[in-house]
């Protein structure tokens, strides 16, 4: 069964074995704990704090598919990104750019269409190109930065730190496999580590910008 077909795409792993990728498998514990951190400082909003059970989440099913390597695990590990990334979306849209929530959320459903249409424009570009599924995000997060700076400079700044955070992680996944032969370790576990902080970094993006104008109708906490 398809289901069951074992995958291998990761410099770590030698062998079909449950602990063939031990670092990228314990790794995973970045997203818990970045969860946990979080959602400590979500102050109570709603939002976030969903957030940070999705954070938690995509550590969970990570640690499941370098543990188990197998397409059923694999859709554990890829479901709970895209979960955190449209509900990011929608929070952005509805308490930033204070859009109604139909407005939010047919804004979140286009996300689908625009990474179907730019994943191949990523696909030849070097290095990155072997993430090109992940690349519409870093894209994403920019332009809505570069929207928001005049309105609210801090949180548009605050998005594209998290922009670099997630071009260098998605660096280290990139590469690899390109540096096995003189890193047989990999470099898949920065990625586990650099995306676990971003993460829980745009959480903070997100619960400052509803601290900071919670008076204002435009952005309260809900």
Not at 90 to 112: C, E, K, Q, S, Y
Not at 186 to 198: E, K, P, Q, S, Y
Request: hydrophobic share 55%.
């Amino acid at each position: 069964m398809e289901l069951w077909r074992e995958i291998d795409g990761y410099c770590e792993r030698m062998d079909p074995g449950y602990w063939a990728e031990p670092v990228n498998a314990l790794t995973n514990a970045a997203f818990v704990l970045a969860a946990l951190i979080m959602w400590r400082r979500s102050h109570g909003v709603p939002m976030a704090r969903g957030l940070c059970v999705v954070l938690g989440l995509i550590g969970v099913g990570s640690y499941l598919f370098h543990t188990h390597a197998q397409v059923w695990a694999a859709i554990l590990d890829v479901t709970p990104i895209l979960g955190y990334i449209l509900i990011y979306i929608f929070a952005v849209n509805r308490d930033v750019w204070g859009m109604p929530v139909w407005v939010a959320l047919l804004g979140t459903a286009l996300f689908i269409p625009y990474a179907a249409l730019t994943v191949p424009l990523w696909q030849g570009l070097p290095v990155l190109g072997v993430s090109a599924g992940y690349m519409p995000v870093p894209m994403l997060i920019a332009i809505y930065a570069v929207l928001l700076w005049r309105r609210y400079p801090k949180t548009a700044r605050g998005l594209l730190i998290g922009v670099g955070i997630l071009l260098v992680s998605l660096t280290a996944r990139s590469v690899d496999e390109t540096l096995c032969a003189d890193l047989p370790l990999g470099t898949h576990f920065i990625w586990h580590v650099l995306n676990a902080v971003m993460l829980g970094w745009m959480i903070e993006v997100y619960v400052r910008h509803i601290r900071a104008h919670a008076l204002e109708g435009v952005a309260r906490p809900r």
